[in-house]
């Protein structure tokens, strides 16, 4: 064994260019409770994009089924302006050709335009893990590369365990990063995959790396959370000389999860004043969108908002009355370390919640509404969004109901397609031991000027009130046949101080060209799903350009 006890090297000058890389949907993934659908990618790679990420590790094609689809269907539906796609995967296997691995194959029929390979740099998980020799870990490395380089890919390489692998082995961790980038890697990532190194140990082994590599050599760094230091190790690295930084938005990821990219993005351009995030003309982008993007990927995962993250938190600057009230009316800047506008949140007082006018404008300019013509139409949005999330509605991953509460402010109430008598739903089960339950609803409303009762069957009492209100609403508006629910999310909120179990669903609909998603919220689950149901169909119609019969 051998340990690195010199003085580090001082680094030289890293390459002009600089990679934000985000992992959300392959190790954020990973995280205990997530669980993506292919539709869930499709939804979040845009917003990554719409961040200003430059690479967007979609999985690991040929070994996850739904990676190998999301693939195939991201070719055809994603039309990234910033991002580009990275399909993650291994070296090849141990004596066997890296032309004839299938897993490194599926890596070029994914059609990626990078590769991120996974490899093996500490020599104990060589020996031990693939039971092979040193000399054959090098080669695995440099086979897989050379043979995809070739292809036409760019093949970065995250050095697996390389940091524990180093302070064993010094030696062969370095060996293994130099033969990446010999074999024509453009980048190679440093992994923390354990999670345990602390900042000024990084800084010395990246320091070493760069002065290995020499200063051409694009270095990156990959940390893990288990030490409480990955957002710091990765700055570490930078001030090292790494210009690749990888990580999961939200800190997602295995055990203590991965750098919080959104974190490390934000200190990379607010403390240190590099430009990294990329931001297309006419549009906010970058920083701005941080806040928004952050919430929004949380309820796509179904993984509740950390009040306390840093920059994108509910509580991230938030003051209670006392000193700190009297502090802040005379400058705000006195009691936090940055303006929260930067990052798209708000200041808030919680003697009484502020909803953000900005963010709420800004939204409204997405959708086609521009609000700042109509100031009292702001006020009274904002209010209603302030009012509306005290009890439990979030409009970050709804846009559908949101622009619907902007219609009804701007034009004095929503587009009348129907009016709901009433609607019941029940659910049966006989006596039987193992009997499957059966659910029917009814659903009375008045639509084309006559008044309509239908009842319909469903695996469940959502289910059975969707087909009840399709079967209602089919003879007036025909074009609902198209619209289909692809995704269904619940999430129980407590609320006054955990004393009321309130509801929130979120609804994900399509009409095969275009998706929306709604939100309901009630004292249980079929009255909150009604609600975002309703808000679906009606905002379908809207979207449709069909007007009310």
Not at 383 to 405: C, H, I, P, W
Not at 493 to 512: H, K, N, Y
Request: glycine share 8%; aromatic share 6%.
């Amino acid at each position: 064994m051998t340990q690195s006890t010199a003085p580090a090297p001082q680094p030289s000058a890293a390459p002009a260019t600089f990679h934000v890389y985000d992992t959300t949907l392959r190790d954020g993934a990973q995280q205990e409770g997530i669980n993506l659908s292919v539709a869930d990618k499709l939804a979040i790679a845009p917003m990554l994009d719409e961040l200003g990420v430059g690479f967007i590790e979609g999985g690991w094609p040929g070994a996850v089924p739904k990676d190998t689809e999301f693939f195939k269907r991201a070719a055809k539906e994603l039309d990234l302006r910033h991002a580009e796609l990275a399909a993650f995967g291994a070296t090849r296997k141990v004596g066997v050709r890296a032309s004839d691995d299938p897993l490194v194959r599926a890596l070029l029929d994914s059609e990626a335009p990078v590769v991120t390979l996974v490899a093996k740099s500490d020599v104990r998980h060589v020996e031990r893990a693939l039971r092979t020799t040193p000399d054959e870990g090098l080669a695995m490395i440099r086979d897989t590369v050379t043979f995809l380089a070739r292809e036409g890919r760019r093949v970065f390489v995250d050095a697996e365990h390389f940091f524990d692998g180093y302070r064993y082995d010094a030696e062969f961790s370095r060996q293994a990063v130099l033969a990446a980038f010999e074999a024509g890697a453009e980048v190679v990532a440093l992994c923390d995959t354990n999670g345990g190194m602390l900042p000024d140990w990084v800084r010395e082994v990246v320091a070493d790396l760069r002065a290995a590599a020499g200063p051409d050599a694009v270095l990156g760094m990959h940390a893990h959370n288990d030490s409480g230091c990955a957002v710091a190790n990765t700055l570490a690295a930078v001030d090292a000389g790494c210009a690749h930084v990888q990580g999961t938005v939200n800190g997602y990821g295995e055990r203590t999860g991965n750098a919080d990219l959104l974190s490390v993005v934000a200190n990379l351009e607010l403390k240190l004043g590099r430009s990294v995030l990329a931001r297309s003309e006419g549009t906010s982008g970058g920083l701005a969108e941080l806040t928004r993007i952050a919430h929004a990927i949380s309820e796509l995962t179904n993984i509740s908002p950390f009040a306390r993250q840093p920059y994108v938190g509910a509580s991230a600057f938030a003051h209670k009355a006392g000193l700190h009230a009297s502090a802040i009316k005379v400058d705000p800047d006195l009691y936090q370390h940055t303006d929260p506008l930067l990052v798209g949140n708000d200041m808030r007082m919680l003697v009484s919640d502020m909803a953000g006018r900005a963010s709420i404008e800004l939204k409204g300019r997405q959708l086609g509404i521009d609000l700042a013509a109509h100031p009292d139409v702001l006020s009274r949005v904002t209010q209603r969004v302030k009012d509306a999330e005290a009890n439990g509605y979030t409009y970050e991953a709804a846009d559908a109901s949101f622009e619907l509460l902007l219609v009804e402010e701007l034009e004095g109430a929503r587009p009348a397609y129907f009016r709901v008598e009433s609607w019941r739903a029940i659910v049966e089960r006989n006596g039987s031991r193992g009997a499957a339950a059966t659910a029917e609803a009814t659903v009375k409303l008045h639509a084309g000027g006559e008044r309509v009762v239908r009842t319909g069957e469903g695996n469940g009492p959502v289910n059975a009130l969707d087909h009840a209100l399709r079967l209602a609403l089919a003879r007036v508006y025909p074009e609902l046949e198209d619209f289909e629910l692809i995704d269904f999310k619940v999430r129980i909120l407590d609320q006054m101080q955990g004393t009321d179990a309130v509801t929130r669903v979120l609804i994900e609909s399509t009409d095969g060209q275009t998706s929306w998603s709604t939100v309901g919220v009630g004292p249980n689950l079929i009255e909150a799903s009604w609600e975002a149901l309703t808000d679906s169909a009606i905002w379908g119609l809207r979207n449709r350009g069909v007007a009310p019969r």
